[in-house]
């Protein structure tokens, strides 16, 4: 699994321990990754995905895992991401159409 968050695209960065003595060795700085269940109201199903803390506050700020995966662009998401917004918006438009066509 790679160590990158599904929703903001947070992934490894990479930097220098400097020593006292001005030694430089490489380091990772790893994201911090939680796996996390987010509750979608379209699709009526928990849906669980590795995200760090600031991804979390994001969807919580949106509204919800399915208004932030709507206005977010695909270049941003993960593969799984972008499946689950696909699904998503499939199944608002059939709800959509479901409703105009019990009103008529």
Do not use: W
């Not at 490894?12 to 321990?17: E, L």
């Not at 509750?39 to 994001?58: A, H, M, N």
Request: aromatic share 4%; hydrophobic share 30%.
């Amino acid at each position: 699994m790679p160590r990158k968050c599904a929703l903001t695209g947070k992934t490894v960065m990479f930097g220098n321990n400097v020593s006292h003595a001005h030694n430089k060795t490489r380091r990772k700085f790893l994201p911090n990754l939680h796996n996390v269940s987010f509750l979608s109201d379209v699709l009526q199903r928990k849906i669980q995905l590795r995200v760090t803390p600031s991804g979390i506050r994001t969807v919580e700020s949106k509204g919800g895992l399915d208004e932030y995966l709507l206005s977010t662009c695909n270049c941003k998401l993960s593969r799984r991401a972008q499946i689950l917004k696909k699904e998503i918006m499939k199944t608002k438009k059939e709800l959509n159409n479901g409703v105009e066509n019990g009103r008529q």
